[in-house]
């Protein structure tokens, strides 16, 4: 099973890492982007106080309105719910990356040994 050290050690290069360990320490901005990226998921198609409803734009909602036309591109009550578990999905893995993202550390540097100690 990779970690999330294991990733960030595979897909990041050190300035990368150095950049994301900053910017995962600024708690605020950390969790503003968290809550701006999930917001699409939580958020869409909820109704607010003073605006107009508009069903279309939830993301389930959308699905099922799809499914319920009789065109060709009808979805099956399996494709929805395939569709519908995917997103779900989607979501945790994204709230997964971000959990992860919290518990990095900065690697230890191992200083390797320049003279040999037994002499």
Not at 15 to 30: N, Q, S, T, V, Y
Not at 63 to 69: D, N, P, V
Not at 70 to 79: H, V
Request: glycine content about 6%; hydrophobic content about 40%.
């Amino acid at each position: 099973m990779t970690t999330a050290q294991d990733l960030s050690n595979e897909i990041l290069n050190e300035i990368e890492l150095e950049a994301l360990l900053r910017f995962k320490e600024d708690k605020m901005a950390f969790n503003a982007l968290k809550k701006y990226v999930l917001a699409v998921v939580y958020k869409h198609g909820v109704v607010k106080s003073g605006e107009d409803y508009n069903g279309n734009i939830n993301f389930a909602l959308n699905l099922a309105w799809r499914a319920t036309q009789s065109s060709d591109n009808a979805q099956s009550d399996e494709q929805l719910g395939q569709s519908l578990r995917a997103m779900t999905y989607a979501t945790q893995l994204i709230e997964g990356g971000f959990r992860e993202i919290a518990e990095m550390e900065k690697p230890e540097k191992v200083e390797e040994l320049t003279t040999n100690p037994s002499e």
